[in-house]
């Protein structure tokens, strides 16, 4: 890749970004619409300052994101920041959050309270027989005028139970499909939403790479660098698409029905 020109001893991560990035042509505002990655965090990281991107491992995130972006090989450019900030992080290990050593204060467990218990006892021994003797001939529970419940709704008689009719599953015709096909020349980031800005796909598209997505109504297409793709829309080519190193935002629709 061309960008290995850069030395790697005299510059630092954030200024590759930089120069990267004026060299594609660039301004933050693209490489922020491409990455998804807000402005303030891409000049802090041009300035070698991660703090705002909340640590290492979103960092890390963020620095493969730019460099692709930018036309960087993400994976060398990691590798570089893992090396100036001390490497890959390690996982935090279990002994680290439990101490073994640690006394835990477990309170005393007593015997039960003999005499409360028999004295509570007796209390309801006394209440019972209380209630049971002004109670008398109230004891004896009416039921009859007590109903069972039916648990089916009362319909009247001669009337036919309908459900209403349940609306069929819409389906989206053939016609109204739009069939985007992009094939990579060479690595290259690539974002594709459909109408309503679900994300499709958002990534690096590997070189010999070739990916299709299908939509209705329509395919919205974003790409870092227009000369290192092929994009076929609803199968037909898209000339003049742009050059190497242009970034292209491109909607398309479904086809056009034919003219008899």
């Known amino acids: 890749m061309w960008w290995g020109a850069f030395a790697v001893q005299e510059q630092s991560i954030g200024a590759m970004l930089a120069a990267a990035r004026q060299s594609a042509g660039l301004t933050v505002a693209q490489v922020s619409a491409a990455t998804r990655i807000r402005e303030a965090i891409i000049h802090g990281m041009e300035q070698d300052e ?56 477990v309170p005393e467990r007593r015997g039960p309270n003999w ?11 006394v209440v019972f027989g209380t209630m049971r003797v002004l109670g008398g001939a109230s004891d004896q529970v009416r039921t009859g005028d007590v ?11 001669n009337t036919p139970i309908t459900e209403a009719p349940r609306p069929a599953p819409s389906k989206v015709s053939a016609k109204g499909l739009v069939t985007v096909r992009i094939k990579a ?13 679900q994300k499709l796909f958002s990534g690096t598209l590997k070189a010999g790479k070739t990916s299709t997505w299908k939509a209705p109504e329509k395919v919205n297409v974003l ?24 970034m292209v935002r491109r909607s398309f629709g479904p086809p056009k029905p034919q003219s008899r």
């Not at 001390?86 to 101490?99: D, L, N």
């Not at 690595?187 to 459909?194: E, G």
């Open 50 to 105: 991660y703090g705002q991107c909340g640590g290492d491992f979103y960092a890390r995130g963020h620095v493969r994101a730019v460099a692709a972006a930018v036309g960087l090989d993400p994976e060398a450019t990691v590798h570089l920041y893992d090396q100036n900030h001390g490497g890959v992080p390690q996982p935090v290990r279990a002994s680290a959050v439990f101490q073994a050593d640690r006394k835990i204060n």
């Open 115 to 125: 005499t409360m218990a028999l004295g509570v006892a007796l209390a309801i021994v």
């Open 147 to 157: 109903r069972a419940a039916s648990a089916r709704p009362s319909v009247p008689p």
């Open 185 to 197: 020349k060479r690595s290259s980031y690539v974002n594709v939403h459909d109408a309503e800005g």
């Open 223 to 246: 790409l870092s660098d227009a000369g290192a793709v092929t994009l076929h829309v609803n199968g037909k080519k898209v000339k003049g698409l742009g050059g190497s190193g242009d």
